[in-house]
């Protein structure tokens, strides 16, 4: 049974660009959620898609935008990095809109100089 | 916003020893979740809970959910050092929100 997967495990990025992170929910699951951790913390919420819109958004400015696939499969995008977007994204996924149990991926840490 | 305290911030114990730890808020939630994340790692779910008194176990784990719905706690029995990690409380309001809440977590660190 495939469990969450996210890519890529690791990325550096300069101050002003643009990334892109990917999630593919576990086998089964429709809902996606994304969640940053800087170190030392717990994660925050972002946000979270279901049928392919977002649903519900944490206090995340407009810079964090996201997509859902048909195969419900996610992108998180970061325009205009600044230094502290610097931590790791997490995703979760689960079944139903609300997402009751959440699963997480690896996550993917992002370093921004 | 809402606000969650977890305690201790951190544990050392020895090997064998049971472990205790708590949440608690001042807004009711409807479903409290329990997390152990290692380092560099995904969070881990360990046990949902979704009705206040409930009392749920997963092996040597046992969490039980607040009468109040305001609050939470996990115990771990007898301690081995696989159970070092970081371990998150995380709530989720009512409705359809999605948003799990996290704290700020417990370390817990198990000496051999």
């Known amino acids: 049974d495939a469990g969450v997967t996210q890519s890529p495990t690791h990325l550096i990025k300069t101050r002003g660009q643009q990334v892109t992170l990917r999630c593919s929910p576990k086998?089964?699951?429709?809902?996606v959620s994304w969640y940053q951790q800087a170190l030392g913390q717990g994660p925050q919420f972002i946000f979270q898609?279901?049928?392919?819109?977002?649903?519900q958004r944490g206090n995340f400015p407009d810079r964090f935008s996201g997509h859902q696939f048909p195969n419900y499969s996610s992108e998180l995008n970061v325009n205009a990095l600044l230094l502290g977007d610097s931590a790791l994204y997490l995703c979760?996924?689960?079944f139903g809109e609300g997402g009751y149990e959440q699963y997480f991926g690896p996550g993917t840490r992002l370093t921004v100089t | 916003g809402q606000q969650l305290n977890q305690s201790p911030q951190s544990m050392f114990i020895q090997e064998g020893e049971d472990v205790s730890m708590n949440c608690t808020s001042s807004?009711?939630?409807?479903?409290w979740l329990w997390y152990k994340q290692d380092p560099g790692e995904g969070p881990v779910l360990l046990i949902a809970?979704?009705?206040?008194?409930e009392l749920t176990s997963n092996g040597r784990l046992t969490a039980q959910f607040g009468i109040t719905r305001k609050d939470s706690f996990l115990n771990i029995s007898a301690s081995i050092p696989s159970d070092v990690g970081i371990y998150f409380c995380?709530?989720?309001?009512?409705?359809?929100?999605?948003?799990?809440?996290f704290g700020q977590g417990t370390t817990l660190q198990v000496k051999p």
């Open positions: 979760a996924s689960s």
């Open positions: 086998s089964g699951h429709d809902t």
């Open positions: 898609y279901y049928e392919e819109e977002e649903r």
């Open positions: 807004s009711i939630f409807n479903t």
């Open positions: 809970l979704y009705k206040a008194g």
């Open positions: 995380a709530p989720r309001g009512s409705g359809n929100t999605g948003k799990l809440i």
